[in-house]
């Protein structure tokens, strides 16, 4: 059982279309989005970090962009070099153009990139700004202020 009918809960809720298309599009697998391999890690407490393989890669081959609460990463190696390499006899390093996409959570922020030993490591940080914390509220004998007329 490879699809799901999402149909009921679009009836039923408001504001969620984006979550269960998201759900459709991972459910049906696409054979492209395997490729780069990647691992996503918490390394602290609102730190994160998104790690590919991208190996054949140069940092000038990688751009990696944010727009939207979406992270693009593309990589496309220069097409001069192709006609400059010899004859190759087997190629099992996959070194073709790709584009990976992450959709990041409210308040979450790139903060780096690093390329090392052909892993593109891309470093997160979740930063909740103080207005949308949960904050306590004393009760007290205190008298709200009134409201002011206009």
């Known amino acids: 059982m490879r699809h799901f009918d999402l149909a009921p809960l679009y009836r039923s809720t408001v504001g969620f279309d984006r979550l269960f298309s998201m759900l459709n599009q991972a459910a049906t697998g696409d054979a492209s989005a395997t490729y780069p391999p990647y691992n996503i890690e918490r390394t602290g ?53 790709f584009e990976r996409r992450f959709q990041l959570a409210d308040h979450v922020y790139v903060t780096g990139a690093s390329l090392e030993n052909g892993l593109l490591h891309v470093d997160l940080v979740r930063e909740v700004p103080e207005s949308a914390r949960p904050r306590q509220i004393p009760i007290g004998g205190t008298k709200m202020p009134e409201a002011r007329a206009a």
């Open 45 to 97: 407490e609102t730190a994160y970090r998104i790690t590919l393989a991208v190996a054949g890669f140069a940092e000038a081959d990688l751009k990696i962009e944010t727009r939207d609460d979406t992270l693009s990463i593309r990589g496309s190696r220069n097409s001069g070099e192709e006609s400059a390499r010899p004859e190759v006899l087997h190629q099992g390093i996959a070194a073709r153009a």
